[in-house]
């Protein structure tokens, strides 16, 4: 956490909007549109990429612990899979576009940089379940469940998928690996807290 912290003092990549999540974002068959911008900086690429992936987790927890149907939870994966493997896919090819600079068009480094993004993106997406689960400003995804019985189980699970994503970051993830993890966390926490599939 130290070390994504000091990413996001000290890494002035690219302006970033500082807060978006899916509330920020409007899109439709004709185009996309992103409000709420009075957060922007100039700060590390992952850092909006990870509260994107964040953000979509708690829908998923919310819909896994309140009995949505099992084809809406298999399609939240697949955005949250998708939005992962894709923005990974993006990002190189931008770079490949963008990059002019020999020393940066170096094999290793280009791999080491992607693969930097990508590993802030999934510790910041952590930082973000957990600000947003035991923080001051959470979210309706998990504020609209009252029950305890399925709240706290939900909460856990979330902070469980955050932990893991800090931790795990520099490993290579990608979307599936994620969301195979949050399914091993539901399964878990169904066994533990009585939680119905």
Known sequence: VAALRNGFMNN??????????????FANEQGIKVIDPEFAFYGPMGYDIGNVIGNLFFAWANKAYTGGSAETQTALAQTIRETCDKTADKLAAEYDKLVTFPLYRAPAFRKAYLDGVMADSYG???TEIIRRVVGDSKVMEVTSVTDPAQRLPMERALIDLGIYL???RA???N????T???RKILAEGRGTHGQNG
């Open 180 to 182: 195979e993890e949050f």
């Open 12 to 25: 002035a990549q690219a302006l970033i909007h500082g807060d978006l999540h899916s509330g920020s974002i």
């Open 171 to 173: 490993g290579g993830l």
């Open 124 to 126: 910041y997406a952590g």
């Open 175 to 178: 979307g599936a690996a994620v």
């Open 166 to 168: 800090i931790k795990n």
